[in-house]
């Protein structure tokens, strides 16, 4: 038998023999992972729904009320003649009115209450998507504000890029979070293979006495730790399918599970956490 | 094969183990090392298998100074050297072969290399029946002729055994005795560090004398 074999076989044995403290340790890497298998999965969706956000995001020009024809012509064919600007669409006063009664048939009475057409004209500018950002879209809006006839400018770009900075410092926390969590499981590991070791005192003292080299005595604990760590991780990817399974019915289409490379990354995840945790045990101890 | 040079330890404050002892073991020798308890006896193998580290002097086997090995190449120094306690030390979850084995395994010998010197060697001790034992199933004798094999299985230059019958009744004590003396007629140096003074003059060796951590007298065989 190789020496990694041995070192599974040896690890295996110990594990077994290990029972309750290898469960908890087992059960505590999987908490650790199922959050952050949980903020993959949030993760990945979430950008996905930015991405068609920001490949939607338009800028909105409204007009004052009392614009005339010719006016909102000029305007909309200076819009049309910027090189950011991919489409520009036209929707009157009335056309407003009736988007807002089709999306919310709810708020019906709201709308007979403020008036006949509450709702201002506006262009929905649609730019090009190597447009989007940067210093020459913010001097057309800050043209655009300025022209005759334009009430006010809005642009989609910015309240996402308002909420992006805020995801991302959520990313930061939540990975501050699995850190944390991963940092926990690691020392229960690192704990349950030092009991290992500790009950295997007289074995590793013979092997040291035989001469066998490091990497044999310590090989079995760290594989015990890759393999807590690994099994550890597994449950918990199995744990965030069940789930995923038992809650898909009630989300929208676009919501998707775990990827082959985020599933890889909590499977390696585990198993490196747990070798990195035997192989500090061992070698604090042999 | 062994030399010591004002080879000194000391535990905690002051309490000396071995002061200043300056020894010399030849190559194919068999010397027991005898003496009062606490003498230093079981201290010095220790410092020969690298156990502990001297405080003075050094410690030269086969040309190496040990208190200059690394830890990987003590643990190759300690490939070469086979070692028997008096509590035998034997792993319990495995059976007598793989305790045997196992120290070939370490090796990295061929499996099949691994199972024919196993055997040879346990049925050289008269253990061939008792393959699948476990150590606890076994008498202290048993036991003690497993940690034999074990010793001798890598065809060690030097045997350590530190009261290897201190367990043992005066009859398994002197058939033990009797294989470190087959042992070493094959050309190992064999170390035994006992107080017991039958055995010593029945197997009728050179004795190194030790009190107080030092020699107590000229290293002289008996007549």
Redesign the interface.
Same mark, same amino acid.
């Given at each position: 038998?190789s020496?990694v074999g041995?070192a599974f076989e040896e690890a295996w044995a110990s594990i077994r023999r290990a029972g309750r403290s290898a469960a908890v340790s087992i059960g505590t890497i999987a908490i650790a992972f199922l959050t952050l298998g949980g903020f993959l999965l949030v993760s990945v969706n979430g950008q996905g729904v930015l991405d068609r956000w920001l490949e939607s995001a338009e800028v909105s020009v409204y007009l004052d009320d009392h614009l005339a024809d010719e006016l909102r012509t000029v305007l909309e064919v200076y819009v049309r003649q910027q090189p950011a600007v991919a489409s520009v669409e036209y929707v009157s006063k009335a056309r407003a009115l009736e988007r807002f009664r089709a999306d919310f048939p709810e708020l019906l009475d709201v709308t007979t209450s403020v008036g006949p057409l509450p709702f201002p004209a506006v262009l929905e500018v649609r730019l090009r998507p190597e447009a989007t950002g940067g210093a020459n879209l913010d001097d057309l809006i800050t043209a655009l504000a300025g022209r005759e006839g334009v009430a006010d400018v809005r642009y989609d770009r910015r309240w996402l890029t308002r909420l992006m900075g805020i995801v991302a410092t959520a990313r930061i926390a939540a990975a501050l979070i699995a850190g944390v969590l991963m940092l926990g499981a690691a020392f229960t590991v690192a704990a349950v293979v030092r009991l290992s070791l500790h009950a295997r005192r007289?074995?590793v003292?013979?092997?040291?006495?035989?001469?066998?080299?490091?990497s044999?005595i310590r090989g079995p604990f760290i594989v015990e730790g890759l393999l807590l760590g690994g099994t550890g991780a597994a449950v918990a990817l199995l744990a965030i399918s069940a789930i995923y399974s038992g809650v898909s019915q009630w989300l929208p289409p676009e919501v998707q599970f775990l990827g082959v490379r985020e599933g890889l990354i909590m499977l390696l995840g585990g198993v490196g956490v747990g070798a990195a945790a035997g192989t500090v045990a061992s070698r604090s101890a042999i | 094969m062994i030399e010591t040079r004002g080879l000194g330890k000391i535990y905690g404050r002051g309490l000396y183990a071995l002061r200043n002892l300056n020894l010399t073991i030849d190559k194919g020798e068999f010397v027991f090392l005898t003496g009062p308890s606490g003498a230093g006896k079981s201290t010095l193998l220790r410092l020969l298998?690298m156990?502990e580290k001297p405080t003075a002097g050094e410690v030269v086997v086969a040309g190496r100074t040990l208190s200059r090995l690394t #830890?990987?190449e003590?643990?190759?120094?300690?490939?070469?050297?086979g070692?028997v306690f008096q509590d035998f030390?034997?792993?319990?979850?495995k059976t007598v072969f793989e305790n045997v084995s196992?120290?070939l395994?370490?090796l990295?010998l061929p499996?099949e290399q691994q199972r024919r010197r196993t055997y040879q060697v346990l049925k050289w001790v008269g253990l061939q029946h008792r393959l699948n034992s476990l150590p606890e199933e076994l008498s202290g004798g048993e036991q003690q002729r497993v940690a034999i094999a #074990?010793a001798l299985v890598n065809e060690p230059s030097l045997i350590l055994a530190d009261e290897p019958t201190g367990n043992l009744d005066p009859e398994l004590s002197l058939e033990i005795m009797n294989l470190f003396r087959d042992i070493n007629a094959s050309g190992t140096t064999v170390v035994v560090a006992t107080h017991n003074r039958e055995l010593i003059k029945w197997v009728g060796r050179r004795v190194v004398q030790l009190e107080h951590g030092q020699l107590a007298s000229p290293t002289e065989p008996p007549t």
């Open positions: 038998m020496v041995y007289n074995e003292d013979i092997m040291q006495l035989v001469g066998a080299p490091f044999y | 298998l156990q #830890r990987h003590v643990q190759a120094y300690r490939r070469t050297v070692f030390k034997l792993i319990t979850t196992f120290t395994h370490v990295g499996i #074990r």
